[in-house]
């Protein structure tokens, strides 16, 4: 097993830093990719692909970038979910590469909702009464 150099932990580091970020409210938004089976046989992974392209392309460092399982709306794979610091979060659905990286510069660094992909905007919330 290779020995880890420093470079290798700056890197985990950052990593590990990058993640705590918006928890910590110096962050600007976090993108979830839904990717249970029905998101990545619909094309999720094509969809993180082009979002990672853009965090890469313009050196943003201030934006979550993860996945989760399946959000339970199959028929409407490959979906993400934005959540800006200080505004709702929005299910994005029936998503392309280019709607995805649209909604990323709209959303994600315009604050400019794109409703015309917008499933949901808002919290799923049950009543406790």
Do not use: W
Request: proline fraction near 3%; hydrophobic fraction near 35%; include cysteine.
């Amino acid at each position: 097993m290779p020995k880890l150099t420093l470079k290798d932990l700056e890197k985990i580091r950052e990593k590990a830093r990058r993640s705590t970020i918006l928890r910590e409210g110096a962050g600007k938004a976090k993108i979830t990719v839904h990717m249970g089976t029905c998101g990545i046989a619909a094309g999720a992974r094509n969809i993180m692909r082009a979002l990672v392209e853009e965090v890469e392309r313009g050196g943003v460092e201030d934006v979550i970038l993860t996945n989760s399982g399946c959000a339970g709306l199959c028929s409407h794979e490959p979906m993400m979910t934005v959540q800006i610091v200080g505004g709702p979060p929005v299910k994005y659905v029936d998503l392309t590469e280019e709607k995805a990286k649209e909604i990323f510069k709209s959303h994600v660094m315009g604050r400019e909702i794109v409703k015309e992909y917008a499933l949901a905007i808002g919290s799923e919330q049950t009543s406790t009464k």
